[in-house]
Each structure stands twice: as C-alpha cells, then as structure tokens.
C-alpha cells in the first residue's frame, strides 16, 4: 500500500498544504529539511503535509532499526526530510529493505525474545516491535494516500453540489 501511494507522488504534492496549520517540513539556510514536532496530538494541530507524513515515516522506520541493529543513537532531530519525492521513495525502499533483511533472518524464538527490543518500547517480545511496525506502516500509507486524494481535489474547480 505504501508504494502505491509514493509511485507518481510529486515534491510539489509533498509540500502542498492542505490547511495554513499542521505538521510540515521546514527549510533551514544549510539546505536541510526539518519537521515540525507536536506538542500535543489533538486534533487542533490540523493536518499534516504530505511531506512531514514521509518524513515521520521515515523516522520511526529508521529509530526502530538504529535501535534494532546499530548503536541506537538516531534522534529525532537528527533525521531530515529527504527533500524531494525522489528522496522519500529512495529513503523507503531503504529503509525496507534493511527490514525485509532483519525480518526474513528471524525465527520463531528470536520474535519471542526481547533482546532487540530497544524502541518504540522496552522488555517485550521483538514480534510486538514487528506488530507496531507493521500499524504504524499502514497508518502512514492510508494517511499519504488520503492527503494525496485531498491534494488532488484541490486542484479541481468541479462543483459536486
């Protein structure tokens, strides 16, 4: 689901917001691209662009593998948004691949176990990691493909009255 919601996806679709508030990515003068962190999660923040989507799913995909097989020490700032839609479908099939990796080199015990488990939480078995990774995969998908539909809604001047 999500590689079809990133195929054809635009950097222009990426930065469209769909409200003047919600999560988004910012621009600093060294090139790089931050997101926006909520301080809260209501419903106030508004919604979010295409571009902070990809970003927080690249975030939490890369946490829980720096977590899972390297030294742990991303931070959520140190993570940027790629920058274009190119980026973000390079970044995915990255980050997928190192997790198809990780996955397909498990057994049944090692799922049981809760050595690897580091983030998003600590001291349950490593296939409640693989569940959480699996929800937070398709929220991001579902979330991606429903402000792509609304971004190209907006483009339209049909009147559905």
């Known amino acids: 689901m999500a590689s ?18 919600g999560l988004h990515v910012r621009q600093t003068s060294d090139g790089n691209w931050h997101a926006d962190w909520p301080a809260h999660e209501g419903y106030s923040l508004g919604p979010s662009s295409i571009a902070w989507l ?15 097989l390297d030294a742990g020490t991303l931070t959520r700032e140190s993570l940027l948004w790629p920058g274009t839609a190119d980026g973000v479908r390079a970044q995915a099939a990255k980050l997928h691949g190192r997790w198809s990796a990780l996955l397909e080199g498990l057994d049944d015990s090692e799922l049981q176990a809760t050595e690897r488990t580091r983030w998003p ?9 693989v569940a959480w990774a699996n929800v937070e995969l398709t929220k991001s998908a579902a ?19």
């Open 4 to 21: 079809y919601h990133l195929e054809g996806l635009t950097t222009q679709e990426c930065l469209w917001r769909p409200a003047a508030e």
């Open 54 to 68: 990809t970003w927080h799913m690249g975030f939490w995909w890369s946490m829980v593998l720096d977590h899972t």
């Open 121 to 129: 939480f600590k001291d349950r078995p490593f296939g409640d990691v």
């Open 143 to 161: 979330e991606i493909g429903y402000a792509r539909f609304l971004h190209a809604g907006s483009l339209t001047d049909a009147d559905p009255g």
